[in-house]
């Protein structure tokens, strides 16, 4: 029997690093060798209509075992990609038998320190195994955990019968890590009343809440002319937008200052010029109405600087990044209160915690498929210290399969 460690070790091998600067589907060409692999794994173990489409979605179904009508069809999704910010290429996966606590220094590079100090969640894994990558790249447990606990427990629902249970559907995706996960997800295809994407960290995570984001451009427009003949006459719009930076909220509503259910308000990226600079501002908050708040000060506060600035001139534009999935989760109580259960049947404390992020849960959410976040076991994302733990893995693979009895039985 093929366990979630041998899947783990096999696919964090493959190369599937997105781009966000490529405007192909998806991104790179190397994440469609692993999705027409798993394709392949999947026929494997006994799922006959596992396919690939033409964005690179890979979709199966579980079918039903118990003779029950009316039990919903559920679904589990995880995605093939790693994150650009770290490279992601021959990972040479490291396997820590029976942790004990002391630093794991990396081999490839002597910097790169597994420390229980800057750690805390390792010091739940003393006696565990622990899985790194060798200092020169990422691990790409983010989120090849998850797709190796769903497969794992796909083979173990084919092979196990008995287990009743609905027809189950699950998804691997591209691109999530870009944002574009979700673009050509199709919703009415996959065909579940719910979802759960397996992307989450620590033991027992189960995660409703995202935030709600927008983006916003302030655009200032000054005049530019020569700068020896410009007295008088020059509206030097880099200096607006200092000002109107100046001005944004700093010991409150910033990432640097807050945490828990604060939103926030947080510049992120200039282009300047004398005659235009535009800056690009994150908007954030749990509670979508006070998006709107937050957006009203930032344009009042971008107002005041051009006003403070004769003859500049300001443009305000605001777009919508994504919503809270609470928003709809609330609406089907169940699909939470169920991931909630089979936790607790797997052993494990129930852990809420708020995504201080979005998920292609949160835009899957507005598109019709509920879908909450479960842990995976991941650890240290986008880092060249990302580990997970092999019995964590094992723990989400329990609780996979316990969803599905408990959505059969309810
Ligand atoms: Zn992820």
Request: hydrophobic share 40%.
């Given at each position: 029997?093929?366990?979630?460690?041998?899947?783990?070790?096999?696919?964090?091998?493959?190369?599937?690093?997105?781009?966000?600067?490529?405007?192909?589907?998806?991104?790179?060409?190397?994440?469609?060798?692993?999705?027409?692999?798993?394709?392949?794994?999947?026929?494997?173990?006994?799922?006959?209509?596992?396919?690939?489409?033409?964005?690179?979605?890979?979709?199966?179904?579980?079918?039903?075992?118990?003779?029950?009508?009316?039990?919903?069809?559920?679904?589990?999704?995880?995605?093939?990609?790693?994150?650009?910010?770290?490279?992601?290429?021959?990972?040479?996966?490291?396997?820590?038998?029976?942790?004990?606590?002391?630093?794991?220094?990396?081999?490839?590079?002597?910097?790169?320190?597994?420390?229980?100090?800057?750690?805390?969640?390792?010091?739940?894994?003393?006696?565990?195994?622990?899985?790194?990558?060798?200092?020169?790249?990422?691990?790409?447990?983010?989120?090849?955990?998850?797709?190796?606990?769903?497969?794992?427990?796909?083979?173990?629902?084919?092979?196990?019968?008995?287990?009743?249970?609905?027809?189950?559907?699950?998804?691997?995706?591209?691109?999530?890590?870009?944002?574009?996960?979700?673009?050509?997800?199709?919703?009415?295809?996959?065909?579940?009343?719910?979802?759960?994407?397996?992307?989450?960290?620590?033991?027992?995570?189960?995660?409703?809440?995202?935030?709600?984001?927008?983006?916003?451009?302030?655009?200032?427009?000054?005049?530019?002319?020569?700068?020896?003949?410009?007295?008088?006459?020059?509206?030097?719009?880099?200096?607006?937008?200092?000002?109107?930076?100046?001005?944004?909220?700093?010991?409150?509503?910033?990432?640097?200052?807050?945490?828990?259910?604060?939103?926030?308000?947080?510049?992120?990226?200039?282009?300047?010029?004398?005659?235009?600079?535009?800056?690009?501002?994150?908007?954030?908050?749990?509670?979508?109405?006070?998006?709107?708040?937050?957006?009203?000060?930032?344009?009042?506060?971008?107002?005041?600087?051009?006003?403070?600035?004769?003859?500049?001139?300001?443009?305000?534009?605001?777009?919508?990044?994504?919503?809270?999935?609470?928003?709809?989760?609330?609406?089907?109580?169940?699909?939470?209160?169920?991931?909630?259960?089979?936790?607790?049947?797997?052993?494990?404390?129930?852990?809420?915690?708020l995504i201080r992020g979005g998920t292609d849960g949160s835009r899957l959410s507005f598109m019709g498929l509920p879908t909450p976040n479960l842990f995976a076991g991941e650890h240290n994302f986008h880092s060249r210290l990302e580990w997970v733990s092999v019995q964590d893995m094992e723990k989400a693979?329990?609780?996979?399969?316990?969803?599905?009895?408990?959505?059969?039985?309810?």
């Open positions: 029997m093929t366990t979630v460690l041998d899947r783990f070790l096999r696919y964090v091998q493959y190369d599937t690093q997105s781009d966000e600067t490529s405007s192909s589907y998806p991104s790179t060409a190397t994440q469609l060798v692993l999705l027409r692999d798993l394709v392949d794994e999947l026929h494997a173990i006994g799922l006959a209509d596992a396919a690939i489409d033409e964005h690179g979605y890979v979709m199966a179904t579980i079918p039903a075992t118990t003779t029950k009508a009316d039990v919903p069809v559920i679904g589990f999704i995880a995605h093939v990609d790693t994150s650009p910010e770290m490279p992601g290429e021959r990972v040479r996966p490291i396997v820590h038998r029976r942790y004990d606590g002391t630093d794991i220094v990396l081999p490839d590079d002597p910097a790169a320190v597994l420390r229980l100090a800057d750690n805390p969640a390792l010091a739940e894994q003393i006696g565990h195994d622990i899985v790194t990558a060798s200092g020169a790249t990422l691990l790409g447990a983010d989120d090849k955990a998850g797709v190796a606990e769903i497969v794992t427990a796909a083979a173990y629902l084919v092979s196990h019968p008995d287990v009743p249970h609905g027809a189950v559907r699950i998804a691997f995706t591209p691109d999530e890590e870009v944002g574009r996960g979700t673009k050509h997800f199709d919703v009415a295809r996959f065909g579940a009343r719910c979802a759960y994407t397996v992307d989450g960290g620590s033991l027992g995570e189960v995660e409703v809440e995202s935030f709600s984001a927008d983006a916003m451009t302030v655009t200032f427009h000054g005049f530019n002319t020569h700068p020896g003949y410009a007295r008088g006459r020059m509206i030097n719009a880099i200096k607006v937008a200092a000002d109107f930076i100046h001005r944004l909220p700093d010991t409150e509503m910033s990432p640097e200052t807050t945490e828990g259910h604060d939103g926030f308000v947080h510049p992120y990226v200039v282009q300047a010029s004398v005659e235009r600079t535009s800056v690009k501002l994150l908007i954030r908050d749990f509670q979508t109405a006070a998006l709107k708040d937050k957006e009203a000060i930032v344009e009042r506060l971008a107002r005041e600087a051009a006003t403070a600035h004769p003859g500049a001139r300001v443009e305000i534009g605001v777009e919508e990044s994504y919503r809270n999935m609470r928003d709809v989760l609330d609406r089907h109580p169940e699909v939470a209160a169920h991931a909630r259960e089979a936790v607790r049947r797997a052993g494990l404390e129930v852990r809420n915690r693979v329990e609780v996979i399969v316990h969803l599905c009895r408990i959505w059969a039985s309810s």
